[in-house]
């Protein structure tokens, strides 16, 4: 073996080749040990629930299962975090208006407003009529049943979050109150006609979404990018489309994420939505004109115009889905808390604000800790997004729940945002299709794309779609029978 000292050059390029190792050593230690980061600090928040519960709660009767209660509670909240949010901030990060960093902050603070300022609505019954409460015969079984509900509701989103499937968490609880309920007190439990009207909107929420996304695509691309002089369109019509965007958010706002400061019925709300875009729409005129001073003609720079109207509306979009979600995570516990106190459980369920304040928190560590994920998966893998597209997904997500309002069906935020990027994708492709087949027509010697290539070229990647599909489709299933069987265990290892 040949000795090396300090000055010849081998003996360098050894301690470089060493050093790499080091570092490499160092980078793969650091990768391996960031969920365990984020697992920790989850862990520790639900800690933190638990102790947050005894002080608030007492020393009074149940005061172990409300801590229980408010544990899993913060585990649905982290889970709410990683997977719902997903949908609001993919599309601004996936089309670059909005870098991974900033959409998470933007997201903490605007679910975290929203769950605070409009959320903590009065629930009526239990996740909205799925079971009859009266059907449970004593208080007792009716706080295992909604821990057993909790439990797997929580349990079924962290699963689809890990293999990366953005799944409803309204639809998990519906499917964890049922097979809890089921588990309880037999099927006559169940309110079947409202599960039929959630399972009809696995179809439409999704379907409305994308089409009314793939509707403003066509509108953009026939208006503006299509035409030859693209700025002057774009003058004219983005103005229209900010219009179009502030009044809905606005009508969205008023109907959905208000509801706890006053109540709003739907033709008011419109009203207000098209006063607030007409005024919108005269003060953006000038604005558009003066951004558009000097940009070049061409799809690039259309980007510039969309990118501060879609930050604001993944912000809003953030703030409604706080004030409405979080009741996903708190509403069992606020019934648990209730029935344990005071053995009522019958009556509507009001949700105290410490438990309010735990659905929110626990909604922005898993965003913060989880949720990149799921934002990249809707935002870029999927399909392609830019400032335009996003554009059409975020205000198709306000329209379609709108439209859903005035029919009186039960639709999913996530079902709704995800079929947004669907319908831009299937629509670009059909689009691309017509314009190559319009090519060839006018065109017959000029080179097209074989047809196998075409088939390589999907602008929809069809394993994600159908990922995603599968567990739309077995969510309430699903997260019904984990609830069951959670039910059973819990009756069994507490009587």
């Known amino acids: 073996m040949t000795n090396l000292n300090e000055g010849d050059p081998r003996h360098l390029e050894t301690l470089d080749r060493d050093l790499a190792r080091f570092s490499n050593l160092e980078l793969a230690t650091g990768y391996v040990s960031r969920p365990l980061i984020g697992m920790g600090i989850s862990l520790l928040f639900v800690i933190i629930a638990g102790i947050a519960a005894a002080l608030f709660f007492g020393q009074a009767n149940n005061s172990f299962i409300v801590i229980m209660a408010a544990c899993l509670g913060a585990y649905m909240a982290l889970n709410i975090g990683a997977n719902d949010v997903a949908n609001n901030m993919g599309p601004a990060v996936g089309a670059n208006a909005l870098t991974m960093g900033g959409a998470i902050a933007i997201a903490v603070v605007f679910e975290s407003a929203g769950a605070l300022i409009a959320g903590g609505d009065v629930v009526s019954t239990i996740a909205k009529g799925i079971i009859a409460p009266e059907s449970m015969g004593t208080a007792t079984t009716f706080i295992w049943a909604m821990m057993s509900a909790l439990l797997a509701a929580a349990f079924w989103v962290n699963m689809a979050t890990w293999v990366g499937a953005p799944v409803s968490t309204t639809h998990s609880v519906v499917g964890g109150v049922m097979g809890a309920g089921i588990a309880a007190a037999g099927f006559a439990a169940v309110n079947w006609p409202t599960m039929g009207a959630i399972a009809a909107s696995w179809v439409i929420s999704p379907f409305l979404g994308g089409l009314i996304a793939a509707g403003f695509l066509w509108l953009i691309k026939s208006r503006i990018i299509y035409q030859d002089d693209k700025i002057a369109a774009a003058r004219r019509w983005v103005p229209v489309l900010v219009g179009i965007m502030g009044g809905t958010f606005a009508a969205y706002l008023a109907l959905k994420g208000l509801k706890k400061i006053i109540k709003i019925d739907l033709p008011t709300a419109l009203l207000i939505g098209a006063v607030i875009g007409a005024v919108i729409w005269v003060v953006m005129i000038p604005v558009i004109r003066k951004q558009s001073e000097g940009l070049e003609n061409r799809n690039k720079s ?100 709108i439209v859903a309002s005035w029919l009186g069906l039960p639709v999913s935020s996530t079902h709704i945002a995800v079929g947004g990027v669907f319908g831009v994708g299937f629509f670009r492709e059909w689009d691309a299709e017509r314009r190559i087949k319009k090519a060839r027509m006018t065109m017959p010697n000029r080179v097209m794309y074989a047809p196998e290539e075409r088939r390589r070229r999907k602008l929809v990647r069809r394993s994600h779609f159908l990922t995603i599909i599968a567990a739309w489709v077995v969510t309430v299933p699903a997260a019904a029978i984990l609830s069951a069987c959670f039910f059973f265990a819990l009756s069994t290892v507490m009587s």
């Open 302 to 401: 259309l980007k510039v115009l969309f990118g501060i109207p879609l930050v604001v509306s993944a912000a809003l979009l953030s703030f409604a889905h706080g004030a409405n979600d979080v009741a996903n995570a708190v509403g069992p516990l606020a019934a648990i808390v209730q029935a344990a106190q005071s053995g009522d459980f019958l009556s509507a369920f009001t949700i105290p604000f410490w438990v309010m304040v735990i659905g929110a928190l626990g909604i922005s560590f898993g965003l913060f800790l989880f949720g990149p994920k799921l934002i990249r998966m809707v935002g870029s893998q999927i399909t392609k997004l830019n400032p335009m597209r996003a554009y059409c997904v975020a205000l198709s997500a306000a329209i379609t729940v």
